[in-house]
Nanobody, 126 residues
């Protein structure tokens, strides 16, 4: 079983920056990604990367502002967020999907084998 843990959320003013980190136990051959869920909205994939690093995804609203990094040796996934805006306010979740070839871990209705962290809150004030 893979254990996933996030850190790095917080409160920041619009235009500010935050760095989220995620660690996952076990081997590193899993797709990893950051998802977010704002109140009253569905969870969405923000930035993901395949286990090999060859395939990446970043949601259109984050392109040019968010940078995803992965270190398989340290089993960590980081999300550096710049120029944060109030619409980025959400709970951010890290996920790991062992053995999955795509960049983004599968959602709960797609697979029972994706492991999720508890989430970390990001709040951006205007």
């Amino acid at each position: 079983q893979v254990q996933v843990a996030e850190s790095g959320g917080g409160l920041v003013q619009a235009g500010g920056s935050l760095r989220l980190s995620c660690t996952a136990s076990g081997s590193s051959n899993y797709a990893m990604g950051w998802f977010r869920q704002a109140p009253g909205k569905a969870r969405e994939a923000v930035a993901c990367i395949s286990w090999s690093g060859a395939s990446k995804y970043i949601v259109a609203s984050a392109k040019g502002r968010f940078t995803l990094g992965r270190d398989n040796a340290k089993k960590t996934l980081t999300l550096q967020m710049y120029d944060l805006q109030p619409e980025d306010t959400a709970t951010y979740y890290c996920a790991a999907d062992p053995g999955y070839g795509g960049p983004c871990p599968r959602e709960v209705w797609e697979s029972a084998h994706t492991y999720w962290g508890q989430g970390t809150q990001v709040t951006v004030s205007s």
